[in-house]
């Protein structure tokens, strides 16, 4: 057993005029990317070996970062199973936290199969006592649900055909896309709904959008590389100042297989040119399906507002 604290890792990303938009902001997508990119080292490090993402819970993007700012990321195993790993993974600006998220990685042998994780680890004060208990809590969650997050890897029906604001990307998976030449990253993948998500939504808004928050999600499996990936992304709700896309992400194998691979919902909201918050232009839903989605879209939206991780 090891304490919670000894498996932190850090690194830091200084924000430069390529990771940001027309206004100086970091892209929601970079952030992603520096997030799952620690959280998957710290991972690998921990049970020595391989790891590939299986879950990403809610990531919470709660201040916006500019260019010049040098942001620290802090990453810790916070759960052990057989063969999983929960990664509680911050980022802070001048000490000033500005994006929670939590993962789950599987170990992984060299043909994908998941592996045992050896060491385990303990909560070793009141802090982490309390992060461990609701890291494990929140986990359970996901666990109950489990029998039909692994059907979702077989339906793949595109439920973006039925909305109006849309829009979809395909593309090759490359050895660059890849961390060792095989399987895609998922900081890549996650990096690529966002910036689809967020053409979308910029395009509804007709101006300048950021990430706020990245639903719960589960990845159904590998993606090798020389495998085609079809992204659909589509506006399922807008507020006075935010949008809600839907992203799903189907790839088709060297093999010949189709399935799904993620999906999930993409919240960004419209600002002006000193980066505050502006109003969209009014939704009108034009059919019964838009109508749905709206309506679950608000459900979403509560949810998002009550939905918080007790972190260190």
Not at 108 to 123: A, F, L, M, T
């Amino acid at each position: 057993m090891v304490c919670i604290g000894k498996t932190k890792l850090e690194m830091e990303r200084l924000v430069n005029p390529s990771n940001t938009n027309v206004i100086n902001i970091l892209h929601g997508g970079i952030m992603t990317e520096w997030l799952v990119e620690i959280s998957m080292a710290t991972a690998s490090r921990h049970s020595n070996g391989r790891v590939l993402l299986a879950h990403v819970y809610d990531i919470n993007f709660s201040k916006k970062v500019f260019v010049g700012n040098v942001v620290r990321f802090i990453s810790y195993i916070c759960n052990v199973g057989n063969t999983s790993m929960d990664v509680l993974t911050q980022a802070f600006v001048n000490d000033e936290k500005v994006v929670d998220s939590l993962f789950t990685y599987v170990a992984v042998d060299s043909s994908n199969r998941p592996r045992i994780v050896r060491e385990k680890v303990e909560p070793c004060n009141e802090v982490e006592e309390a992060l461990y208990n609701n890291v494990k809590k929140i986990r359970g969650n996901w666990i109950i649900g489990i029998s039909k997050v692994k059907a979702e890897k077989f339906n793949i029906v595109d439920e973006n055909e039925g909305l109006t604001n849309k829009s979809k990307d395909i593309f090759w998976v490359s050895p660059s896309q890849s961390v060792d030449g095989m399987i895609m990253s998922a900081s890549r993948l996650l990096k690529q709904m966002d910036d689809l998500g967020a053409i979308v939504a910029g395009k509804y808004a007709e101006g300048t959008v950021v990430t706020v928050h990245i639903d719960e999600s589960s990845f159904h499996g590998p993606v090798k590389v020389g495998s085609m990936l079809q992204l659909s992304a589509a506006i399922t709700y807008v507020g006075n100042t935010s949008l809600e896309v839907r992203i799903n992400v189907f790839c088709n194998d060297l093999e010949g297989n189709f399935f799904r691979v993620t999906s999930s919902y993409f919240t960004y909201v419209r600002i002006d040119k000193d980066g505050n918050p502006s109003r969209v232009r009014q939704y009108n839903p034009l059919n019964d399906y838009e109508r749905k989605m709206f309506e679950e879209g608000v459900r979403r939206k509560e949810e998002r507002l009550k939905k918080k991780l007790l972190l260190i």
